[in-house]
């Protein structure tokens, strides 16, 4: 006997509809009625269509100890400076780092004191009171901000509820941002491996993305091939590409927007890259993805001690034409 499956059907929209909302957005966007959120990086926001986007998925990705979870914190907290008049909220899935760790990288930042000196590392010379203070009262500004943290790992099915739950209430009627620090650490299902995970995660990113206006910011981690002798012997192999992702495929289907953070002094490269840029104390934020608009690099000062990544301008911000080349295999 054939059997018969009864499914709900998919909606479906005419496409007038769609260039309804087109002429609309594009209307509000030269009249500055709608906005991206900037960011205090100048070229950042030229890079990606003036900042922050709504109905956005951005990939920022690194290895350990590049800045990636210094520049995602630092962004959470320039978004209220830099935008003071923006209905926004924040939900970040801390899942790297607790929430009161990352209260005290804001803190370093803005007092431009290292968390260690903030935490007393040297008992010969504990924080005085005078500093105490100024953390006091720094907090004071911070209480009140929409900023909320999910400390504890979960699975997909958590953030999909954790998601739905928090743009009902705390975010509700506002622009949501979602972070989550970082994909790797996300639970699998038993039995289930970690890109199987990893794409899940994806698929439910994709369809919050579209929502309401949610735009999301999702850490990850580079492989080791980025560390091998062969590719830091070889400056046309310096720079980050998309299999130096882990699980790249899923990543770059769901991304609007795929930024690597590299400190290539870290892994011991003296020269950069084929047009040999510098190193010394400096970050180099790679965009490998932009759904809009080219592809760049972009340096930034290293000031990681106090959780601060500064724009600098260095010559050449665009990669050659045998850089572009290889920056997207």
Known sequence: ME????????KYRNIGTAAGEAVDYINQRRHFKLQSLATKWPKFNNLCMGGIEPNVLYTIAGISGSGK???VNSLESDLFEQNPNA???????SWEMLSSRQVGRKLSYKLNKTTQDLYSGDYKNPLNDADFKRVEDSVKDMKDLPIYYVDTPGTVEQVRETIKEFVLNEGKGKWVIIILDHTLLTKGKTGESERITLSNLQRLFIEVKKYSRNTIIQLSQLNRMIEESDRIANP???YPMRKDIF??????HASDYVLVIHRP??????AYGLAGRPVKDLIYLHCLKNREGGLGIISFSNNLKYNRI?????PEQLPTNEEQLQIKI
């Open 236 to 238: 046309s192999m310096h």
């Open 247 to 252: 699980g790249a495929d899923s990543l770059f």
């Open 3 to 10: 059997q018969t499956f009864y499914s709900k059907p998919l």
């Open 310 to 314: 500064d724009e600098i301008n260095l």
């Open 265 to 270: 002094e870290i892994i011991g490269v003296v």
């Open 87 to 93: 209905n926004i909220a924040i939900l970040n899935f």
């Open 69 to 71: 979870s210094s520049f």
